[in-house]
């Protein structure tokens, strides 16, 4: 081989059709091939006496195959092949389902090593669709054995095999990124023993070294990475804010900002005032009022003579956030204007050039925000609401259409911190750890189906008392086609308008109606023209209805639970007593607790948290949502204090030789991981 690059289907045992199915799980070099790690581990290492297995419990014996299996065909599309095997301690009946190959490739008198659940008594012992080995082979048996997420076309075995081939193809093609002082100081393994490890353990402790030594390797090149894009960050440069008064905008508002929001808007204004672009993250709960936030920002911007844009995920919360600050904005003599996707060409001709003449200071929009034809006049702060809707390059066009503009983000899913530390590695955090005054809880229930008509009861007492109603209803897949969610949801509001509430007005929306569709719809729930609002989680940010009371979601289990919070905080906008009602018929021990923590708590950041527990890290850290390298074995659950000490080996090392003179191995690899995304993250 020549080096980690080439091709896997030079890999021998390998060849086209392999490596196509290969593909199929984004392995196509040998470097792919070997970083593809398990999933799991069977420990198949001990040989068991037929006598000594154990019902209900998987096992592996050395036996010998006592006379020529049967072949029986029960019925069309059911062949049991049949055999009994010994051993000296004694026998053991093997059934087959549908592998009618066994009568012929298992030859009585030879010895093969079964794996599978022994069943039976001390009388007859059974197992059915063992694993199957050759005495001896112990490719499949009598170790450690990895399991692979598999696709099409590849096999554990196949998997196992080219495992193998590749790793003794690069035995002497690794290097290793990390310095030799690193790893000797953290106690870690080189990263050939690694690779081979993590692949092929002899024991629980290599393996717990192994991983040990390439989690490690993840999080210091990522700390690296970012360390590297935050100092790139450093050296830009900006007119600093000279005017950071805001008692004029204080003054406009029909409430006093909180606490935790004047401290926020304050960190905001010594970035804006120290000559270096910000680039910072306010994180703040559901309700938590980060848009007042923002519009400080936005009207500290334009009282320097500079435009700002923010930008919302959706046409309803875009088109939200302009009705709210807008009047706001007006008072203060700014001007703003809306950009989304569904002005008419000349709506659209009319506000492009009011930007583009610096008529209107701020602009509001979705993505439209940052199509080709939008030139600003002199922007100079760029807001981005829920964040982690946008990829990271989004964000990046917008700010590029400024020159080094300030750059704020504003999240409302409370990023543990433990990811916080990574995903936003590269940002300032403000957090909005305070509720506006006067907020109350909203009750929670997790009820099943069984309680659906009483739910519906229960919204119609509450809109008989004048209040509203979101119910989300999930979309149901049907063999892995795309979820219609329009066939749900108009459905589920054809059942409520004419068998439930024929009394009420019942409303929808889902993502594929037309913007202006959408747009008249949320008008009318938030004018209280319709009582209840049947949608898809397209309500899930940002939108605010004050007068709603009740959030029902159906099949809630399919929710990740920072969603279900986010979806709950919907309702108690208002003053009026709200309450989440999240129905399910999933019996799961993990579905009921992770619904129970809904009901128990209220705070986001503990849900996230829990979140994290319970489903991993991929939700947040999907590698679409941000932009950032993907993490292969870090789990970042319970990966918290490696975290730490690679972020401090990473920092020693930075401050040590920033430029990474010495390491260029280290250089190139987390040059490699950041490939075609340095540029995009800010
Ligand atoms: P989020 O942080 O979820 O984006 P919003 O900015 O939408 O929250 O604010 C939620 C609601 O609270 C809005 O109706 C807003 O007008 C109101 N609000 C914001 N700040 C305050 C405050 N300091 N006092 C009272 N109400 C506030
Ligand atoms: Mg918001």
Known sequence: MADLGTDVRYIKGVGEQKAKALGKLGIRTLQDLISYFPRAYDDRREIMKIRDLRDGESACVEAMVAAAPTLSRIRKGLELVKLRAVDESGTLDITFFNQAYRKTSLIPGETYTFYGKAEGNLLRKTMTNPVVEKEGRRELTGRIVPIYPLTAGISQLTLIRAMGQGLAACRNLLTDPLPDAVRREHGLCHSGYAYEKIHFPDNEKELADARRRLVFEELFLLAIGLKKLRRRRDGLRCRPFEDTDLSAFYAALPFSLTGAQRRAIGEILGDFASGRPMNRLVQGDVGSGKTMVAAAAMACAVRNGRQAALMAPTEILAEQHYQGLAPLMEKLGVSCVLLTGSLTARQRREALGWLERGEAQVAIGTHALISADVAYHHLGLVVTD????????????????????????????????????????????????????????????????????????????????????????????????????????????????????????????????????????????AAGEVHVLVSTTVVEVGVDVPNATVMVVEDADRFGLSQLHQLRGRVGRGQHKSYCILISDNRSEETRARLKVMTKTADGFQIAEEDLRLRGPGDFFGQRQHGLPALKVADLSCDMALLQEAREAAEALMAEDPALRNYPLTALRVAQLFADKGDTLN
Not at 402 to 419: D, F, Q, Y
Not at 439 to 450: E, H, L
Not at 492 to 521: I, S
Request: net charge neutral.
């Open 386 to 525: 829920e964040q982690h809707r946008f990829g990271v390059d989004q964000r990046a066009a917008l700010s590029a259409k400024g020159e080094n503009p300030h750059l704020l983000v504003m999240s409302a899913t409370p990023i543990p911190r433990t990811l916080a530390l990574i995903i936003y590695g590269d940002l300032d955090v403000s957090v909005i750890d305070e509720l506006p005054p006067g907020r109350q809880k909203i009750d929670t229930f997790a009820v099943t189906s069984a309680y659906r008509r009483r739910v519906w009861e229960f919204i119609r007492r509450e809109a008989a008392e004048g209040r509203q109603a979101y119910v989300i209803c999930s979309m149901v897949e049907e063999n892995d086609a795309i979820p219609d969610e329009r066939k749900a949801v108009t459905e589920y509001a054809k059942t409520l308008r004419e068998q439930v509430f024929p009394e009420l007005k019942v409303g929808y929306v889902h993502g594929r109606m037309k913007a202006k569709e959408k747009e008249t719809v949320m008008a009318a729930f």
